[in-house]
């Protein structure tokens, strides 16, 4: 798929958030480079695409919880001569319910996902941004990043070293050219619950936003080189309020909103 179009690579691309961003990315021109688990969902997305905005895609099934599947990826794109202008770390799920209870493979396979996959990628496709001197990240952390979590306490963990982790080298990647955005959304409506088995978790009982404003608040803030977007002001106000709670009472309060009704 060689093009003259930017390219971004879109991670979890098959739905939710990653689906949002793909379509606002072809929106503006870009060519773009889809990879999920779901091979089916992502020729339907890039037809799609294709069909509306006459879109450029190359599609890569990968699941990110195998180790190997980041440098896969990588390759694939190298040997299909694609210049990655902007890589998208959006996949990641989530586990739910107390962490001595938990599926030991399901835990360590976030862990792949959310933290290893993630910062590996972006180690694979950094160095070539650095190179033209240009480049965008973005990062789709979680409103988790700011609080320990009881009942999804390696969740909140990995997004809080997401979060840490884009900050960094955000500042790091000043001089090159290249920027690094945090998106950190709170509810959202991606099927993100489902598959963490939290449908009654009265996290989800309030107002939950939808994938398409979060991924466009994401879009927007990547496209300015921000490095953080907090989408929504009552997620706003509840990532910034934590602070100035006493550090000992957080995790029971978290544990409230996350315990099923």
């Known amino acids: 798929m060689n093009t003259t179009q930017p390219t971004a690579l879109i991670t979890g691309a098959s739905g939710g958030i990653g689906l949002e961003l793909a379509k606002l990315f072809a929106r503006d021109g870009y060519a773009l480079v889809l990879a999920a688990r779901s091979e089916e969902a992502l020729k339907r997305l890039a037809g799609e695409l294709e069909t ?11 699941d990110l919880s195998d180790p190997a599947a980041p440098a896969q990826l990588f390759e694939e794109t190298e040997r299909a001569g694609i210049t990655v202008d902007v890589l998208v770390n959006n996949a990641g799920f989530a586990v739910f319910g107390p962490f001595a209870e938990a599926d ?52 909140f963990a990995t997004k809080a070293f997401v979060l840490s982790f884009s900050e960094a080298i ?3 990647l000043k001089p090159s ?7 950190c959304p709170g509810p959202t409506k991606t099927g993100f619950e489902k598959r963490a088995k939290m449908e009654g978790s009265k996290l989800f009982q309030g107002r939950v936003m939808a994938a398409a404003d979060a991924a466009r608040a994401g879009y927007e803030a990547l496209m300015k080189g921000e490095p953080l977007v907090i989408p929504g002001a009552g997620n706003r106000l509840l990532a910034s309020s934590v602070r100035f709670m006493p550090r000992r009472l957080v995790p029971a309060l978290v544990q409230k909103f996350q315990e099923k009704s």
Do not use: W
């Open 52 to 62: 509306t905005h006459g879109t450029r895609t190359l599609i890569i099934p990968a």
């Open 104 to 155: 030991a493979k399901d835990t360590m396979d976030m862990i792949q996902v959310n933290v290893n996959a993630l910062t590996h990628l972006t180690r694979l496709y950094t160095p070539g941004m650095v190179a033209r001197r240009g480049g965008r990240i973005l990062n789709v952390a979680s409103t988790a990043a700011f609080q320990p979590g009881p009942l999804m306490a390696v969740y």
């Open 170 to 172: 955000a500042h790091e």
């Open 177 to 183: 050219g290249v920027t690094v955005t945090a998106l």
